[in-house]
């Protein structure tokens, strides 16, 4: 993805109000893309509202034995390190929610009886809200996992945006890593409980590993103690917004629309939240090319 400037927004549970900061965020910046990874939940386009201009399926190469040419020497069963092939009752079954689709089984038949076909694992659609493209992944019920459709949506998207949003997956799994790893900056949103902080640190923890420079939204922030705010302030994250519990900003998303298009205040806040990550990113980069 060419693209200036790439934030991923992270939660460590759903419901926290990440779609609420990258939503916001995507409508704020200019000739942005939206990327909607939480593919099991998106909801983004629920607020980058627009009529579908465009679907793409995401297909998957999925093994299939050619039980005329198979004699069942078991080497592909014994190959799949994820356990997808198993040797029953004399045939060879293929257990498709968890290949990987790595191809493996089929190079290593010595009878060539493993063909492939094209499994349809979910979609993306394409949709255009004022200054936003956004793209939503979508993943088929019953399937495992939807790290494919988000390897597609960032390798398939055109260049020419100045910012993209990328609205991850909640929580601290493979499937978010997939994610961020283009990200040049990582926006973590908490909530103000005890729980929301051990979602922040594990979030907080896979920017880490990743060396992605990060720094942390609170939402529906009341004056009281902050088990997240204290987690920022002890490790050095920086905070950088405050969303506060209101009854009219919970009105607005609870109506499909965005905050910034209704609160000048806010409108403003995401303004300067996102010039301050660009700033930010900037500066990493000066740093770098310096080296
Ligand atoms: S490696 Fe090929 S021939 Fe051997 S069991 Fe698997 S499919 Fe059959
Ligand atoms: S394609 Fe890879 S993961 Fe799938 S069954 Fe074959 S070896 Fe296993």
Redesign the pocket.
Same mark, same amino acid.
């Given at each position: 993805m060419d693209t200036n400037l790439k934030i991923a927004v992270l939660s460590g549970k759903g419901g926290t109000g990440k779609t609420l900061v990258a939503s916001n965020l995507a409508k704020i910046a200019n000739r942005a893309v939206y990327l909607d990874c939480d593919v099991e939940e998106p909801n983004g386009h629920l607020f980058l509202k627009g009529p579908v201009l465009e679907a793409f399926d995401v297909d998957l190469p999925m093994p299939e034995?050619n039980l005329d040419l198979?004699?069942?020497?078991?080497?592909?069963?014994d190959f799949c390190a994820f356990n997808a092939l198993a040797l029953i009752s004399g045939r060879?079954k293929v257990f498709d929610k968890i290949c990987h689709s790595c191809g493996g089984c089929k190079v =290593?038949?010595?009878?060539n009886? =493993?063909e492939e076909y094209n499994k349809n694992i979910g979609k993306i659609e394409r949709r255009h809200y004022d200054n936003v493209d956004v793209y939503t992944g979508i993943l088929n019920p019953g399937e495992e996992s939807g790290t494919s459709i988000i390897k597609k949506m960032m390798t398939t998207i055109p260049s020419g945006y100045e910012t993209a949003i990328i609205d991850s997956p909640p929580g601290s799994a493979c499937i978010v890593m997939d994610s961020i790893e283009d990200a040049d900056y990582c926006v973590l949103v908490a909530e103000p409980t005890t729980f929301g902080a051990h979602n922040l640190r594990m979030v907080h923890e896979l920017t880490k590993v990743f060396n992605k420079p990060c720094g942390a939204v609170l939402n529906k922030t009341n004056g009281e103690e902050d088990p997240s705010r204290i987690y920022c302030m002890d490790n050095n994250v920086p905070i950088l917004l405050d969303i506060p519990w209101r009854k009219d900003i919970s009105d607005y998303i609870a109506e499909g629309s965005l905050v910034v298009e209704k609160d000048k205040e806010l409108s403003e806040s995401f303004a300067a939240l996102l010039e301050r990550i660009s700033q930010e990113v900037q500066n990493e980069k000066n740093t770098y090319t310096q080296r």
């Open positions: 034995v198979c004699d069942y020497c078991r080497k592909c069963v060879v =290593i038949c010595p009878q009886a =493993i």
